[in-house]
């Protein structure tokens, strides 16, 4: 069984550009969650997409957005990029809200340059 | 806030020694906690879950304990291999207003197991 993916591994983007990052959850998976991971500032939380709607997000500003698609995969955007905005993204996925258990992809590093 | 603090943030050991990773966190009205071990530049892989009525869970050379009263977890590692040496999370899931806040985590212990 496929476990989440994310893409592309790898994004550089210049300044003040846009981003989008890819993830598809674990067959069967409703929940979606985005995840920042900067350098010394630990994992954050950034969105959480249940049955395609947008359920809550983290302390981030209104640039950071994104949605989820009929077959539950997500999409995450990033517009006007920041030098700051350079992290690994990463993705995880889970059977619906509630306790239940976190699978995440391998991310997406993203740097602004 | 919920804030979650791990401790020790580093630790290097021989291997096979067995050893003990902490956790506290301040806000004992969670759903679960979770362990997550991370290679360097990857994602996480999960480790162990404990739902918030449960006190343990064990996989393999792998055991968790969850205390909600006092707000702490410890991951314990039995006889260590050079294969363990990652960064290892712990994630509180837990509930405000009239949503998730998603998991948070704390900094991580990088633990190196020397050959």
């Known amino acids: 069984e496929a476990g989440v993916t994310q893409s592309p591994t790898h994004l550089i983007k210049t300044r003040g550009q846009q981003a989008t990052l890819r993830c598809s959850p674990i067959s069967g998976h409703t929940s979606v969650y985005w995840y920042q991971q900067a350098l010394g500032l630990g994992l954050q939380f950034l969105l959480w997409?249940?049955?395609?709607?947008?359920?809550n997000r983290g302390n981030f500003p209104p640039r950071f957005s994104g949605r989820q698609f009929p077959n539950y995969s997500s999409e995450l955007n990033v517009n006007a990029l920041e030098l700051e905005d350079s992290a690994l993204y990463l993705c995880?996925?889970?059977?619906?809200?509630?306790?239940?258990?976190?699978?995440f992809g391998q991310g997406t590093r993203l740097t602004v340059v | 806030k919920q804030e979650v603090t791990q401790i020790p943030a580093a630790l290097s050991v021989p291997e096979g020694e067995n050893l003990v990773l902490n956790c506290s966190f301040t806000?004992?009205?969670?759903?679960?906690l979770q362990w997550f071990r991370q290679d360097p530049g990857k994602g996480l892989t999960s480790l162990l879950l404990i739902q918030s009525s449960q006190r343990e869970q064990t996989s393999g050379r792998l055991n968790a304990s969850l205390d909600k009263s006092s707000g702490r977890s410890t991951l314990y590692i039995a006889a260590s291999q050079p294969g363990d040496s990652a960064t290892y999370l712990c994630a509180v899931l837990k509930y405000s207003g009239g949503g998730a806040d998603g998991l948070t985590f704390g900094k991580g212990t990088h633990l190196i197991i020397q050959p």
């Open positions: 997409y249940d049955e395609g709607e947008e359920r």
């Open positions: 995880a996925s889970s059977l619906g809200a509630g306790s239940t258990e976190a699978f």
């Open positions: 806000d004992s009205a969670i759903y679960n």
